[in-house]
Nanobody, 129 residues
Framework: QVQLVESGGGLVQAGGSLRLSCATS????????MGWFRQAPGSEREFVAT????????YYADSVKGRFTISRDNAENTVYLQMNSLKPEDTAVYYC??????????????????????WGQGTQVTVSS
């Protein structure tokens, strides 16, 4: 049974930092492209960042580029999202997701939530102004 469990969310003031973790089990982590998405109330779930299983290539949403960093530890089966210079508009539930297809596509492919097979339950991030 595949499980993705996010942690590290919380309440932080604008300009602060948080580090999200997503621990996985039940899948071959090293061959999964991993992504982070977020969903604010009343909004669609949107792409935040992804890291490919091969070469560690990363893509970011324009809104977080330069502030967020995605990384992975294949030995720990865990993906991370370091979030710096947080803004109130970053407030959302953050989800990690796994793409088990082993496809190495371009940014449009890996930023589409439709291409991810497995999802965590999400962790709330609230940024106060």
């Amino acid at each position: 049974q595949v499980q993705l469990v996010e942690s590290g969310g919380g309440l932080v003031q604008a300009g602060g930092s948080l580090r999200l973790s997503c621990a996985t089990s039940g899948l071959t982590f090293s061959t999964n492209t991993m992504g982070w998405f977020r969903q604010a109330p009343g909004s669609e779930r949107e792409f935040v960042a992804t890291i490919k299983f091969s070469g560690g290539i990363t893509y970011y949403a324009d809104s977080v580029k330069g502030r967020f960093t995605i990384s992975r530890d294949n030995a720990e089966n865990t993906v991370y999202l370091q979030m710096n210079s947080l803004k109130p508009e970053d407030t959302a539930v953050y989800y990690c997701a796994a793409d088990a297809s082993r496809r190495l596509g371009s940014r449009p492919y890996h930023s589409s939530k439709d291409n991810y097979s497995y999802w965590g339950q999400g962790t709330q991030v609230t940024v106060s102004s």
